[in-house]
């Protein structure tokens, strides 16, 4: 899946280590794991993790080419902001390398990709929302449970084909005729498992969204 398998040259291999290395350490030193101090936070963070590396594990292969699967990092950032998203999903594709016993090569790329791209993307995203759209609960769950996992996986798969291109040399082969539909379907997938994530947590455990002020977005009941 992602890029665990694609024959990569060690300079692109060892640039990704080092990137995501970079962005790993830069979201440590923001201490994220203060947010998880309630135990009950820490179970939630943990379940997620783990029902996210099942979806990775449930993928599709297009031609040998590039992987389709559901990310679920614009949760990840609803829930818990950017910096413990960043390292959930730093965690996912390492068990995904180790359940499909693929060689450690490609495992940055794969998280830079699939991972942090989708976490940048779905931070920027909830900054901007908060900034200038409604602060009410209807808007919240249809900019960040909805549109924001959308954006998300259109532009990380424009960017997985776009990796697949120049690994190839520039040919546009590896990529087959029907990824754009694929691509569509995922984003459809995406946004509702997401939405309706976002949905029933901001509805029902409003004190798991640790992101956003109670008051701000009227989720209800105290903050933990």
């Given at each position: 899946?992602?890029?665990?398998?694609?024959?990569?040259?060690?300079?692109?291999?060892?640039?990704?280590?080092?990137?995501?290395?970079?962005?790993?350490?830069?979201?440590?030193?923001?201490?994220?794991?203060?947010?998880?101090?309630?135990?009950?936070?820490?179970?939630?963070?943990?379940?997620?993790?783990?029902?996210?590396?099942?979806?990775?594990?449930?993928?599709?292969?297009?031609?040998?080419?590039?992987?389709?699967?559901?990310?679920?990092?614009?949760?990840?950032?609803?829930?818990?902001?950017w910096a413990l998203a960043?390292?959930?999903?730093?965690?996912?594709?390492?068990?995904?390398?180790?359940?499909?016993?693929?060689?450690?090569?490609?495992?940055?790329?794969?998280?830079?990709?699939?991972?942090?791209?989708?976490?940048?993307?779905?931070?920027?995203?909830?900054?901007?929302?908060?900034?200038?759209?409604?602060?009410?609960?209807?808007?919240?769950?249809?900019?960040?449970?909805?549109?924001?996992?959308?954006?998300?996986?259109?532009?990380?798969?424009?960017?997985?084909?776009?990796?697949?291109?120049?690994?190839?040399?520039?040919?546009?082969?590896?990529?087959?005729?029907?990824?754009?539909?694929?691509?569509?379907?995922?984003?459809?997938?995406?946004?509702?498992?997401?939405?309706?994530?976002?949905?029933?947590?901001?509805?029902?455990r409003p004190a798991w969204?640790?992101?956003?002020?109670?008051?701000?977005?009227?989720?209800?009941?105290?903050?933990?």
């Amino acid at each position: 899946m992602g890029f665990l398998y694609t024959p990569l040259p060690i300079w692109v291999a060892v640039g990704a280590w080092i990137t995501a290395a970079g962005l790993l350490a830069l979201a440590l030193m923001r201490r994220p794991f203060r947010r998880l101090q309630d135990a009950t936070l820490q179970h939630v963070w943990l379940a997620i993790t783990v029902a996210i590396s099942v979806l990775w594990a449930t993928n599709a292969w297009l031609d040998d080419g590039p992987v389709m699967h559901l990310l679920g990092a614009t949760l990840f950032v609803t829930l818990f902001d950017w910096a413990l998203a960043l390292i959930a999903m730093a965690v996912i594709s390492g068990i995904a390398a180790v359940v499909f016993d693929a060689a450690w090569l490609g495992v940055a790329l794969t998280f830079l990709i699939y991972g942090a791209m989708p976490v940048g993307i779905s931070a920027l995203f909830q900054r901007a929302s908060s900034a200038w759209l409604p602060r009410n609960l209807f808007v919240f769950i249809g900019a960040q449970g909805f549109v924001s996992p959308t954006i998300a996986v259109a532009l990380a798969s424009g960017a997985a084909a776009g990796a697949h291109i120049a690994l190839a040399g520039g040919s546009d082969s590896v990529v087959p005729a029907g990824y754009a539909f694929s691509v569509l379907l995922l984003a459809l997938g995406e946004a509702w498992f997401t939405g309706m994530a976002t949905a029933l947590i901001a509805v029902y455990r409003p004190a798991w969204v640790t992101t956003n002020d109670v008051r701000r977005y009227r989720l209800g009941g105290p903050r933990t």
